[in-house]
């Protein structure tokens, strides 16, 4: 059971606008930054997204990231094919000295 | 070019050892990078696993690896190390290795992984 909680899964249909949350704790996402990561099928994961929203440059402005409190959001406007993928928020647990992810979000697009 | 090579898996059986490589180029590896082990077992999530940072004075584990696996760099071949002792059927993923940029608070270089399958 992974330490930040995310929807197994989402799914919206072309062109349109899908949210994933990812929700933890004042340790861990309350005090740190999230950053979330995109794995393709039979790749490794890629950053999406660094202190809580931003983009690294190279990723679209479809992809945008929220924090308020413990939970995080990241929203994918205009879907496309190619964005069906697993989505995961990691961050930093400070009490634990250790980091830590969600269970990942795989995204489907219809 | 980031570039970020994991070598060293393979199949083992239970109880045994392994040691893993990464080797990085294209960057500092002395500079504000801490580097870290994450797995995936086969369909799961990720899991991190180890940090160590950038001048190895500092390392932290997972507690589904403490006390067995140890990690480590060489900073003059550039090579990041996981060592895995007493491997459990469980310690069955693929493992990556990714710098954490203290800068960006994100690991935004990963390896390709390498897979490690433990196995009577």
């Known amino acids: 059971q992974s330490v930040l909680t995310q929807p197994p899964s989402v799914s919206a249909g072309a062109g349109q606008r899908v949210t994933m949350s990812c929700s933890g704790s004042?340790?861990?996402?309350?005090?740190?930054?999230v950053s979330w990561y995109q794995q393709l099928p039979g790749t490794a994961p890629t950053l999406l997204i660094y202190?809580?929203?931003k983009r690294p440059s190279g990723i679209p402005d479809r992809f945008s990231a929220s924090k308020s409190g413990a939970s995080a959001i990241l929203a994918i406007t205009g879907l496309q094919t190619g964005d069906e993928a697993d989505y995961y928020c990691g961050t930093w647990h400070s009490s634990l000295n250790i980091a830590v992810f969600g269970g990942g979000t795989k995204l489907t697009v219809l | 070019q980031v570039h970020l090579v994991e070598s060293g898996g393979g199949v083992v059986q239970p109880g045994r050892s392994l040691r893993l490589s990464c080797a990085a180029s294209g960057f500092t590896f002395s500079g504000n990078y801490g580097m870290h082990w994450v797995r995936q077992a086969p369909g799961k999530g990720l899991e991190w696993v180890t940090v160590i940072s950038n001048d190895g004075s500092l390392r932290y584990y997972g507690d589904s690896v403490k006390g067995r696996f140890t990690i480590s760099r060489d900073t003059s071949t550039n090579t990041l190390y996981l060592q895995m002792n007493s491997l459990r059927i469980e310690d069955t993923a693929v493992y990556y290795c990714?710098?954490?940029?203290?800068?960006?608070?994100?690991?935004?270089?990963w390896g390709q992984g390498t897979l490690v399958t433990v196995s009577s």
């Open positions: 990714a710098r954490y940029f203290g800068e960006l608070s994100s690991w935004d270089h």
């Open positions: 202190e809580d929203n």
């Open positions: 004042s340790s861990n996402i309350g005090s740190n930054y």
